[in-house]
């Protein structure tokens, strides 16, 4: 017998798809895509430099009501050059959720720099502000020149929350936090396009908020990333340093510090600008889909996740979350051996034997949810 049929059948009737494979969130490509793609091959400006570049930058400082946004390649260079931008240098620690996609921690080492781990809270899947404070009062010293480990005598530089699956965290206390303690605030926003914190776009609380346009994320560019900012001489300084660092000259190459090739091509940005044109139109039908799966959920022992208070969710990836690990091992093996993709949460940070021996506080929460967490199919459903 199969144990949890009534899921996959019910998935099956959600898509329309009797027998087919059902991914966990495919792109859909039904507006300006092809007529931009084909523009910006017939212009030749299919490289670093385009006016989609700049009109997708332009649009998404709209849409997040951002003052600036800069493109990068993906979202694990945009956070490398926030990271930069707020000055994390080599042996700085930053503070992450161990629940968290691995570009966060990885973004981290491109520095030099440690991540720490923080519990996250069960009823946002994401940072615990109030772990967060309770490690910082324990752990360390504010000093005048910053925030500092008493243990292991690094500086604690920055902090990453992410936007777990879409849902927003609870920013506006994190924030409190990190300007009471002198550190940098920094939004993996990676996830939650289209979602808001008490009517604000996430990525734009922090000090820069980070976008990805990866093909599973809701809207993609094929690869892809963004930078948000509030202030304009940071986001000026994020060009200069996604794009070699080389100043400004009619013919000449100088360059005036160590930079990066991290430019997004305009043929990625064609598209990009093509998939935020319907992105309103994206976010309505996954909370459709959301509601579909809750309703659907509430007359089972399952959990469905919901948005927390106060937030709007783009529902990136619906969640639910089964009672024990052997439940949710059993919902795996037979939803993915009938072509219905589902997948466990990421494995958590500190159990990666690159991350191992960083120092954590206790996460109980986050072992909690690594057991029970399922993502089920979330593409936009036409
Ligand atoms: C997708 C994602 C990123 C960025 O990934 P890229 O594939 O490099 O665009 C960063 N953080 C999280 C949490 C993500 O889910």
């Known amino acids: 017998m199969i144990k949890y049929q009534y899921i996959i059948d019910k998935i099956r009737e959600i898509y329309n798809e009797p027998k087919g494979f059902i991914p966990l969130h495919a792109p859909v490509f039904i507006g300006n895509e092809k007529k931009?793609?084909?523009?910006?091959?017939?212009?030749?400006?299919?490289?670093?430099?385009?006016?989609?570049?700049?009109?997708?930058?332009?649009?998404?400082?709209?849409?997040?009501?951002?003052?600036?946004?800069?493109?990068?390649?993906?979202?694990?260079?945009?956070?490398?050059?926030?990271?930069?931008l707020v000055g994390v240098d080599?042996?700085?620690?930053?503070?992450?959720?161990?629940?968290?996609?691995?570009?966060?921690?990885?973004?981290?080492?491109?520095?030099?720099?440690?991540?720490?781990?923080?519990?996250?809270?069960?009823?946002?899947?994401?940072?615990?502000?109030?772990?967060?404070?309770?490690?910082?009062?324990?752990?360390?010293?504010?000093?005048?020149?910053?925030?500092?480990?008493?243990?292991?005598?690094?500086?604690?530089?920055?902090?990453?929350?992410?936007?777990?699956?879409?849902?927003?965290?609870r920013i506006d206390k994190i924030s409190k936090i990190c300007n009471k303690f002198n550190i940098e605030l920094i939004e993996d926003a990676a996830e939650s396009i289209g979602s808001y914190y008490k009517g604000i776009h996430t990525g734009t609380i922090g000090k820069i908020g980070v976008l990805s346009f990866n093909g599973n994320k809701t809207i993609t560019s094929g690869g892809g990333g963004m930078l948000l900012f509030n202030d304009e001489e940071l986001a000026h300084k994020a060009k200069h340093l996604t794009t070699q660092?080389?100043?400004?000259?009619?013919?000449?190459?100088?360059?005036?510090?160590?930079?990066?090739?991290?430019?997004?091509?305009?043929?990625?940005?064609?598209?990009?600008?093509?998939?935020?044109?319907?992105?309103?139109?994206?976010?309505?039908?996954?909370?459709?889909?959301?509601?579909?799966?809750?309703?659907?959920?509430?007359?089972?022992?399952?959990?469905?996740?919901?948005?927390?208070?106060?937030?709007?969710?783009?529902?990136?990836?619906?969640?639910?979350?089964?009672?024990?690990?052997?439940?949710?091992?059993?919902?795996?093996?037979?939803?993915?051996?009938?072509?219905?993709m589902t997948r466990p949460v990421w494995r958590l940070m500190h159990k990666l034997p690159m991350f191992e021996s960083c120092k954590k506080g206790s996460l109980t929460n986050s072992e909690w949810l690594e057991d029970r967490i399922v993502n089920i199919p979330s593409s936009v459903n036409i």
């Open 36 to 84: 931009y793609l084909e523009e910006c091959i017939d212009s030749t400006f299919v490289s670093s430099v385009g006016k989609f570049v700049d009109l997708f930058e332009e649009k998404i400082a709209k849409y997040t009501g951002s003052k600036k946004a800069v493109v990068c390649i993906n979202g694990t260079n945009a956070i490398h050059i926030a990271l930069k």
């Open 90 to 169: 080599i042996d700085d620690e930053v503070l992450i959720q161990p629940l968290t996609f691995i570009a966060t921690a990885n973004a981290i080492c491109y520095c030099g720099a440690i991540p720490i781990f923080i519990d996250v809270e069960k009823n946002t899947l994401g940072l615990s502000p109030e772990a967060l404070e309770e490690f910082l009062i324990s752990e360390t010293v504010l000093k005048p020149e910053g925030c500092f480990n008493k243990t292991t005598g690094r500086r604690v530089k920055a902090c990453v929350p992410m936007h777990t699956f879409g849902h927003p965290c």
């Open 245 to 340: 660092a080389k100043i400004a000259h009619p013919w000449d190459f100088i360059h005036d510090e160590i930079g990066y090739n991290y430019r997004m091509p305009n043929i990625n940005a064609a598209l990009g600008v093509a998939q935020l044109e319907n992105l309103n139109l994206y976010l309505n039908n996954k909370r459709l889909l959301a509601k579909t799966y809750s309703d659907f959920f509430e007359s089972s022992s399952i959990f469905f996740f919901h948005e927390p208070g106060n937030c709007l969710s783009n529902y990136w990836l619906n969640t639910i979350i089964f009672d024990s690990i052997e439940e949710r091992d059993i919902f795996l093996k037979e939803s993915n051996a009938q072509g219905v």
